[in-house]
């Protein structure tokens, strides 16, 4: 688990100028999207949004000056893995969640604008904003849900086609059932970025679990083959079995 550091404006300007190189880690694949730590789920239910305490206007200004200097495009996994090359190793605070009882992540909650569905926290899962707003980002139209499982919604079944045969750029949903095989309609969204093996992919998306971070936006291996694994629901931990879903044509 990370612990949060206090970062200068100043400083932190300073460091967005320059690229300071992707650095991801190479972990054990069926350890690579560990169970982050959220607070009870009454404090979710609760009145005051984006987490207990609100982040302060050093903190916000600082997720703007990291939003206007991020780029635009080609495509949208450059826009993810952009985040990656500048952060991941001199300043990963800033691209992770903040877990609690600190202050909520003012850059994650902005992933959430490319969502319909603002978040009363930054302790939730937050892959499928990433992605929608790197999508949107690049001038393309996402799903608009903070949902994993929007990419293989029928109704969207027009604009994001399924493949077989991923390219870099794509996107690779995940879901989680059930041990009787229950879709529970949760699990993963993340960008390809190419196969490593018959049974792990290269990807770089938000809200993954590397060495040392239980959720950050990060560039990881991650294994393609069925695993179990647990997760909230009602307010409880689950266990399910996480699989591979499909590829999202988005590049």
């Known amino acids: ?12 300007c300073t460091a967005l100028v320059s690229n300071v190189g992707s650095s991801a880690q190479t972990v054990d694949p ?7 730590t959220y607070p009870s789920f009454d404090a979710l239910d609760g009145r005051r949004p984006f ?16 939003v206007a200097r991020t780029v635009l495009g080609p495509r949208p996994i450059d826009i993810a893995q952009s985040f990656v090359d500048r952060f991941y190793r001199e300043h990963p605070n800033w691209i992770s969640q903040w877990p609690y009882p600190g202050h909520w992540n003012p850059l994650v909650v902005k992933f959430f604008s490319a969502t319909s ?3 009363n926290n930054d302790m939730i899962p937050w892959c499928a904003a990433f992605a929608n707003w790197c999508i949107e980002r690049a001038g393309k139209k996402g799903s608009r849900s903070a949902s994993s499982q929007s990419f293989v919604d029928k109704k969207f079944e027009k604009i994001f086609e399924k493949t077989t045969e991923p390219r870099e750029g794509d996107l690779a949903v995940f879901t989680c059932y059930s041990p009787a095989g229950e879709n529970l309609g949760l699990g993963h969204v993340t960008f ?8 792990v992919i290269n990807v770089v998306g938000g809200n993954q679990a590397t060495s040392g971070h239980s959720s950050i936006i990060s560039a990881i291996p991650f294994s ?5 694994t647990r997760r909230h629901i009602n307010g409880s931990l689950v266990q399910c079995v996480m699989k591979l879903n499909t590829y999202i044509r988005v590049s």
């Not at 393609?224 to 179990?228: E, G, K, M, N, Q």
């Open 30 to 36: 069926d350890q690579l999207l560990e169970e982050v």
């Open 51 to 66: 987490g207990y305490d609100p982040a302060s206007q050093e903190e916000i200004d600082i997720a703007e000056q990291i």
């Open 117 to 119: 569905s603002p978040p």
């Open 192 to 199: 390809f970025k190419g196969r490593v093996s018959d049974t």
């Open 1 to 12: 688990m990370i612990t949060r550091r206090n970062l200068s404006l100043g400083a932190l």
């Open 224 to 228: 393609i083959a069925d695993r179990p």
